[in-house]
């Protein structure tokens, strides 16, 4: 099983819309990292959290940590085609400086 | 800005064949990585180094060796392909620091083993 589950593993949203995609992991997070894929390219860094409690915000994407660090959630506002691609995350379980991702969720957003 | 830049974007191999996957970053990082990427299963880590001829197994090494000789190359080898070894593989690298592990990763390569 997966130490980092992400949820949903799809999503197609009309333009416009808002979404959510959600990280959970049964252990305590050191540092959790949303990345952003076009299909068959690299992964592009969007942000990290750290504290619990921890929000951050770039452009109409906000990603929030909770308080016991072993959730995350990355909420899109008002999406557009541009948004459109695979959202991952990405943690340090152990403090060691790897990082273990979650599955991946697929994102399709329709004019 | 940081660069990590692999090789090839796309090969085909052949069943048994040597397979030599290339990375190379420019910001003298410390730590280099090999995932690879498969659908509904994520990114998962074969191989890291921390330092010039320093290895450490991830979470998938069976059918990989990896080489780093100089701090700026990382290389992902696949002694003798085989089909399951199909995927996408993507290299990454960072500066480790209790504060922020914020992977910089290449474009990617995608293996097709026949």
């Known amino acids: 099983s997966q130490e980092l589950e992400q949820s949903p593993q799809s999503l197609i949203v009309q333009e416009g819309k808002n979404l959510t995609i959600n990280c959970t992991s049964s252990?305590?997070?050191?540092?959790l990292y949303w990345y952003k894929q076009k299909y068959g390219e690299g992964l592009i860094f969007l942000m990290m959290l750290q504290k619990g409690g921890e929000e951050k915000s770039h452009e109409k994407i906000t990603a929030k940590l909770d308080e016991k660090k072993q959730q995350s959630s990355l909420h899109i506002t008002a999406s557009q085609p541009s948004h459109a691609g695979i959202y991952l995350c990405?943690?340090?379980?152990?403090?060691?400086?790897?990082?273990?991702f979650g599955q991946g969720t697929t994102l399709q957003v329709k004019p | 800005d940081v660069k990590v830049t692999q090789s090839s974007r796309y090969l085909v191999k052949r069943t048994g064949e040597k397979v030599f996957l290339e990375c190379v970053q420019d910001m003298d990082h410390e730590n280099m990585f090999w995932y690879r990427q498969d659908p509904g299963l994520g990114l998962r880590l074969i191989y890291f180094?921390?330092?010039?001829?320093?290895?450490e197994k991830g979470d998938i090494p069976e059918g990989y060796s990896v080489s780093r000789e100089k701090k700026e190359r990382f290389s992902l080898i696949l002694e003798s392909a085989s089909t399951n070894q199909t995927s996408m593989y993507l290299c990454a690298s960072n500066e480790f620091d209790s504060g922020a592990n914020v992977l910089t990763f290449g474009a990617g390569s995608r293996l097709t083993v026949l």
């Open positions: 990405g943690a340090d379980l152990r403090n060691t400086g790897k990082l273990i």
């Open positions: 252990k305590t997070l050191y540092g």
């Open positions: 180094s921390y330092d010039v001829k320093m290895k």
